[in-house]
């Protein structure tokens, strides 16, 4: 387990079998990806998505309906969220943005 120094938990090392139960478990709704080659599952539900650098991945809007954690700079999150209105929770914490996004306030159903 590694912690920043806010003791915020950066990465965990987990053995691979259990590793592959959780995947098993949690089946096609959740997803990490930093590229736009990655092919979503309809029953995607949770995103985890690192832009690093060139063209935004342009998500359906059908593709996701629960939670969505962004680790790219305000323009591209505004980008990004211009397609979620049902979104419940959003992780900015990864992002290194300096202000809020302007879309924030569309999202209705937004909890955390």
Not at 5 to 33: N, R
Not at 76 to 94: G, I, P, Q, T
Request: glycine share 8%.
């Amino acid at each position: 387990l590694i912690k920043d120094e806010f003791g915020k938990i950066i990465s965990c090392k987990i053995h691979d079998l259990m590793h592959d139960i959780a995947q098993e478990v949690s089946g096609k709704e959740v997803c990490t990806t930093n590229f736009a080659e990655r092919i979503l599952d309809n029953k995607t539900r949770h995103i985890s998505y690192f832009h690093m650098g060139g063209t935004i991945f342009q998500f359906p809007k059908t593709k996701i309906g629960t939670s969505l954690r962004i680790g790219c700079g305000t323009s591209a999150v505004d980008m990004l969220l211009r397609n979620w209105k049902c979104l419940r929770a959003l992780d900015l914490s990864y992002g290194g943005i300096g202000s809020l996004p302007s879309d924030l306030v569309k999202l209705m159903h937004l909890r955390y």
